[in-house]
């Protein structure tokens, strides 16, 4: 193990912005975009304030419990950070991680007191740069003399959409000293991180391929673009490098880098480029390593972990040939598996799946370029739901078409199939992905969240949501502000049942639903219910 006193690099995690402040800046432009309505969709309203899932969770248990058990879904590895830290200690770099920006903060400011050379902030998850404006700050406060570098998907799209003046304002904004402009980024990375042990506090970066970067934010350079394309085998993250209380119970994993499918609504394989595929046998030693070390939970990433169909069925022969006995979680596409890859699902582990079912109407469906229909969707939600495989269907309101007769088939299609969870979300329209090639077809102006066109806008998609979610009986709300599926994985990991989670879903989906109209609802029924899940003796698995 390299010494910390000759730290290269710091990974930063995700910063999770005060909800309060996100949702005071949505109130300020409810009148011109569906970004209020968003944010309703994804918390509750409690005693007087507006909250997330989790906090509603963290404080039913400790209301039923006396004890604050603290949950929070950004405790799971972050699988950004833990790549580049594999990768860098792959090419003998010294590199610590702070998982969590919210809850590591104590972390960083000893690893920051030990002057590393290099903070690099990954930027995943992240629809504006305010996230990350806070940890440069944070960074400046307690080391001005360590280099601060961001990438990522969120640096990726801003030197891709916007032009030169506009990045330079940006990056003033942010206040780094370098950005990586790469889909992936983290050759690049290592390149950087190079110069600067060489060459200490006067490194040379015109020689880096994919950067800006600047000496005293206000002038910006720029080099050459090289696209990477990293091998995924032999970069395939080593656990070996990591404490295994770290990344146990719960993990998540990559097996594949892009999207075999270019859906009308996703700039994903676009920003990625071609897929790429991990190999059989280095997929096999990564789960050998994590089942030894006591992993109980994987969560595949992979935005179609199921295609190409014969490697998905390849995988799980693997896994039941190891007797590996994970719980593992995936994005799936149900449109494409056959009753065998539903079997072999069952046989391998296979507790829960992410469905991008999208739209229930026919129409929509090849709207959005989704080579599927929904009697397949149908098939494939009741194949799963036979082996006790957890659904989780999300969908979007408002895409270009959308109408009343497409919303009622939508409904109608949730209400037939029943998935246990399912989440509806307001279109959002980007100007670089394939349908906004179509946008005088579809009479479509605007962007964001504020937006219409031929068929409909923001407004009348925000009350077709709201009429959705308070109509469709059966499958339970799941929203993806820091409560979406991969929470299921992260509480099982914790000790909770399914029926607990369950149990609390469905309660929290009723305090949801009230909330639409910015009414303060009296949750006196609902608290109790969900002290009595939460009471101790119906916790006897769950520990903090």
Known sequence: MLGKENLDCVIIGHNDMDFLAVQEE???????????????????????????????LNRMLEAATGRDHRLQA????????????????KRHFNVEIVNSFNYDQARLEKLLALSPNAVAITTTLYVDYS?????????????????????????????????????????????????????????????????????KGAADLSGVPNLTYTLDNA??????????????????????????????????????????????????????????????EVIERELRLLHSSGVKNVVFIDDTFNVPLPRFKDICRMMIKNRFDFNWFSFFRCSNADDEAFDLMKDSGCKGVFLGIE?????????????????????????????????????????????????????????????????????????????HQDADKYGISGTGYSWKHNTMDWKQASAHL???????????????????????????????TIEQITGFTATAQELLVQGFDD?????????EKLRALFRTSALPAYSN
Not at 153 to 172: E, M
Not at 249 to 268: D, G
Not at 519 to 527: D, K, L, V
């Open 519 to 527: 009414a303060a609802p009296n949750p006196a029924r609902q608290e």
């Open 74 to 89: 950004c405790e799971l590895p972050n699988l950004g950070a833990a790549y580049l830290k594999s990768f860098l200690r």
């Open 131 to 199: 996230p990350i404006v806070e940890i440069v700050d944070f960074v400046r406060r307690r080391n001005r003399q360590t280099k601060i570098i961001v990438g990522g998907p969120h640096v990726f799209n801003i030197c891709s959409d916007s032009d030169l003046q506009t990045q330079d304002y940006i990056f003033r904004e942010i206040g780094a000293d370098i950005y990586v402009f790469d889909s992936q980024g983290e050759l690049t990375l290592s390149k950087v991180l190079a110069e600067l042990r060489d060459q």
């Open 219 to 280: 002038l910006f350079q720029r080099t050459p673009r090289a696209v990477e394309d990293n091998n995924m085998d032999e970069n395939a993250v080593d656990w070996s490098y990591f404490n295994a209380d770290y990344f146990v119970p719960t993990v998540q994993m990559r097996t594949a880098r892009s999207c075999a499918f270019k859906c009308a609504f996703c700039r994903y394989p676009a920003f990625a480029g071609s897929l790429s595929l991990t190999s059989l």
């Open 359 to 435: 739209s229930g109407d026919p129409r929509i469906l090849k709207n959005m370029k989704k080579f599927a229909d929904a009697d397949r969707y149908r098939y494939g939600i009741s194949k799963l739901k036979e082996r006790d495989i957890i659904t989780f269907a999300t969908i979007i309101v408002g895409f270009p078409g959308e109408n009343e007769e497409s919303i009622r088939n939508t409904t109608n299609f949730l209400q037939e199939t029943s998935p246990m969870f399912y989440r509806l979300e307001l279109y959002y329209h980007y100007t670089n992905v394939p349908i």
């Open 26 to 56: 949505m109130k300020k432009i409810q009148k011109f975009s569906a970004a209020y309505t968003d944010l309703k969709a994804n918390s509750v309203p409690f005693h007087g304030e507006r909250i997330t899932y989790m906090s509603l």
């Open 466 to 496: 709201q009429r959705m979610y308070k109509t469709i009986k059966g499958p339970h709300i799941l929203p993806g502000y820091m409560f979406d599926f991969w929470s299921i994985p992260y509480l099982m990991g914790k000790g909770f």
